[in-house]
Nanobody, 123 residues
Framework: HVQLVESGGGSVQAGGSLTLSCAIS????????LAWFRQVPGQAREGVAA????????YYADSVKGRFTIAQDKAKNTLYLQMNSLKPEDTAMYYC?????????????????WGQGTQVTVS
């Protein structure tokens, strides 16, 4: 039973930083894709960043490149998203997602496991 639990969202001023965490359990496959998505009401859920376990490679959406960093702490079974230089347009509900295998096309439809989301508000 795969479970993802996000934490770390909140409100921050533009230019500030936040770190999101996602505690992952039950994902025993060796090669997985772990990702962060975000969604604004009325808009599609957007893939922000992804980490390909085993490879250690990453993917970032153009809108966050150079500002966000995705990382995995394997010992703690936790995925992080360090967000720096935050902008008002980063305001969204952020979701942690996981899928077995490497999902290089980081789209909502290919991920089967999701957390409940954590709100990030940048003013």
């Amino acid at each position: 039973h795969v479970q993802l639990v996000e934490s770390g969202g909140g409100s921050v001023q533009a230019g500030g930083s936040l770190t999101l965490s996602c505690a992952i359990s039950g994902l025993t496959y060796k090669r997985n894709t772990l990702a962060w998505f975000r969604q604004v009401p009325g808009q599609a859920r957007e893939g922000v960043a992804a980490y390909f376990t085993g490879e250690g490679s990453t993917y970032y959406a153009d809108s966050v490149k150079g500002r966000f960093t995705i990382a995995q702490d394997k010992a703690k079974n936790t995925l992080y998203l360090q967000m720096n230089s935050l902008k008002p347009e980063d305001t969204a509900m952020y979701y942690c997602a996981a899928e077995r295998g490497y999902c290089y096309n980081v789209r909502r439809s290919v991920f089967g496991y999701w957390g409940q989301g954590t709100q990030v508000t940048v003013s």
